[in-house]
Structures are given as C-alpha cells and as structure tokens.
C-alpha cells in the first residue's frame, strides 16, 4: 500500500496497516496527513488545530 503525498509529492509507504481517518506525518515535509480511503488510498493534508481556537 503506498500514495504519494499531496503536499511534496513525494512516494508515502506506510510501514503499518493504516486506519481511516487516521493522522499522521509526512517523513519528507512533515504535513500532517488525514486517511480520508483505504481502497482505493486517499490522502488529504489533515486541518490544523491552533492552540488558541476561539474567538
Ligand atoms: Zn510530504
């Protein structure tokens, strides 16, 4: 199972068996990426979360 990612574009080849909707990090630019499909697998750079989300 591998993608690419859509931030570098570089070839993801997760070690693990990955679950959707599951975060983690791209080990040539670090995005955080999202499992948004397992079949086919589809990746999205996963939102950010400030730390100070509010008003
Ligand atoms: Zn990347």
Same mark, same amino acid.
């Given at each position: 199972?591998?993608?690419?990612? %859509?931030?570098?574009?570089?070839? *993801? ?5 990955? $679950? ?6 791209? *080990?040539?630019?670090?995005?955080? *990426? $999202?499992?948004?499909?397992?079949? %086919? ?5 996963? %939102?950010?979360?400030? $730390?100070?989300?509010? $008003?």
């Amino acid at each position: 199972m591998e993608t690419k990612c %859509p931030e570098c574009d570089c070839v *993801l080849k997760p070690k693990k068996e990955l $679950e959707l909707g599951e975060i983690f990090s791209c *080990l040539d630019c670090g995005s955080r *990426l $999202e499992v948004m499909s397992l079949q %086919p697998l589809k990746i999205q750079p996963a %939102p950010v979360v400030e $730390e100070d989300w509010g $008003e």
